[in-house]
């Protein structure tokens, strides 16, 4: 059996290898959607994500006559989470789809893991250290920001058939 994974990925240099993250994910037998941040969806690196993945890059609210996407995802990843996406994850703001949809999945039990690439510059705000608190005692998985590679955040996600 293949599980459904959402795949959210915001703007930052690990998007560069997004091809490389999306075929280890399909080798453990995940059916890949990739949600994009607006910042990330204007990256070149995404150009080929329907074709590696079959299914549409999401990116945008959807318009008033147009459908919500579909989604029943059995766990969600967040890679790479920057710093923006998880202050306004943690904080509730809901100014687009990618982290609407990650609020409403903090309330439900779907495993969801965030691979954490933030510079240290900015893992040393003040707020920053207490919104990763919230985003784990909301069960979210974390990963260390240094050194980023995908596959700690993969380990942290279930097998793909068991969820």
């Given at each position: ?25 399909q ?48 766990a ?17 703001v ?6 609407g ?47 980023f ?15």
């Amino acid at each position: 059996m293949t599980d459904q994974l959402l795949l959210v990925v915001c703007a930052a240099t690990p998007l560069r290898r997004i091809g490389e993250l999306i075929d280890l994910l399909q080798a453990r037998r995940w059916q890949v959607t990739v949600l994009a941040t607006p910042s990330a969806a204007s990256w070149p690196f995404l150009g080929d994500v329907a074709e590696r993945t079959g299914r549409p890059l999401l990116h945008r609210m959807p318009l008033p006559d147009e459908p919500w996407p579909a989604l029943t995802p059995d766990a969600v990843l967040v890679a790479p989470a920057t710093f923006n996406t998880l202050n306004k994850w943690a904080t509730g703001v809901n100014d687009n789809l990618a982290v609407g949809l990650l609020n409403e999945y903090l309330s439900g039990d779907l495993p969801i893991v965030a691979a954490v690439h933030v510079k240290p510059e900015l893992a040393a705000h003040p707020a920053f250290a207490g919104n990763l608190a919230v985003l784990r005692a909301a069960g979210v998985r974390l990963t260390a920001p240094h050194p980023f590679t995908w596959q700690p955040a993969i380990d942290l996600l279930p097998s793909s058939g068991t969820t």
